[in-house]
């Protein structure tokens, strides 16, 4: 837990301010939230889940609920914060409710030319948590790469979502991992977009790379229809992975 300092300006005097101090493990995100500065709390969440990232490391919160919505930003996580979706939102300060875990309530999606939607980097462990979205890369033709998720150094839990690479010029990725054992279970993964298409020749589900060594389970696992070079799961660079109980369909399996 940690507490964070809040400040709020009434009107036109300028010399007149009220602190609030908090106490949270727990931040909040609703992008439709409208009344005031969000704080984060279940009564005023954060409108974007970059701010409540940033307020969590100062914080020290370790968990993220965004209510349901479509978030178009381009997220890094390099500390141990989990994300959970799906949820409806209560301004009277009860709990915010998820009757399941539904990840076509929750969007996150990269911003017009951006390559990634979520970035997991400086030792994330398996801890971290991501669960009840639908993650969408970058979906520009003129972008060389793009990626749902990229794992880099970092190991985090990723399951119950669906994931889509995107659409860019040569390579899309649904999840890439680099010295990653991630743990990567009950997903829909691909490495194009929702209706199986996507740009350029290299389209991957799952890339691993440098030495990753993931847990891939339960998955349903889509290639592209279409790119010459794709792959549903791609392991190089003396990558091994654990791949138990998927469904695998189109494209080239290696």
Not at 59 to 65: C, H, L, M, N, Q
Not at 104 to 119: C, F, G, S
Not at 218 to 231: K, L, M, P, Q
Request: a negative charge.
């Amino acid at each position: 837990s940690g507490t964070v300092q809040v400040t709020a300006q009434y009107g036109e005097v300028v010399s007149e301010m009220s602190t609030l101090t908090l106490q949270l493990n727990v931040l909040y995100v609703d992008d439709s939230f409208t009344t005031g500065i969000g704080t984060g709390e279940k009564i005023s969440p954060f409108i974007t889940i970059t701010e409540a990232i940033t307020q969590a490391k100062v914080i020290g919160a370790t968990e993220i609920r965004v209510a349901t919505g479509v978030y178009t930003e381009s997220l890094v996580i390099d500390e141990n914060i989990s994300l959970s979706g799906g949820y409806t939102a209560a301004y009277d300060g009860t709990e915010w409710t998820r009757t399941s875990i539904n990840p076509d309530l929750t969007t996150i999606q990269a911003p017009l030319n951006v390559d990634k939607a979520i970035l997991y980097t400086n030792g994330v462990g398996k801890s971290t948590l991501l669960e009840g979205f639908t993650v969408i890369g970058g979906n520009d033709s003129t972008l060389v790469n793009s990626s749902a998720i990229n794992c880099i150094a970092s190991s985090p839990t990723i399951q119950n979502n669906k994931i889509y690479g995107g659409n860019s010029d040569i390579i899309s990725y649904g999840i890439n991992l680099q010295s990653s054992s991630s743990v990567i279970q009950n997903n829909t993964i691909s490495g194009g977009l929702a209706d199986g298409t996507g740009g350029g020749s290299d389209n991957h589900a799952i890339l691993c790379q440098s030495s990753s060594n993931p847990i891939i389970q339960n998955n349903t696992i889509i290639g592209v229809d279409g790119g010459e070079n794709s792959y549903r799961i791609k392991l190089e660079g003396s990558s091994h992975a654990k791949i138990t109980g998927n469904f695998i369909s189109f494209g080239t399996n290696k």
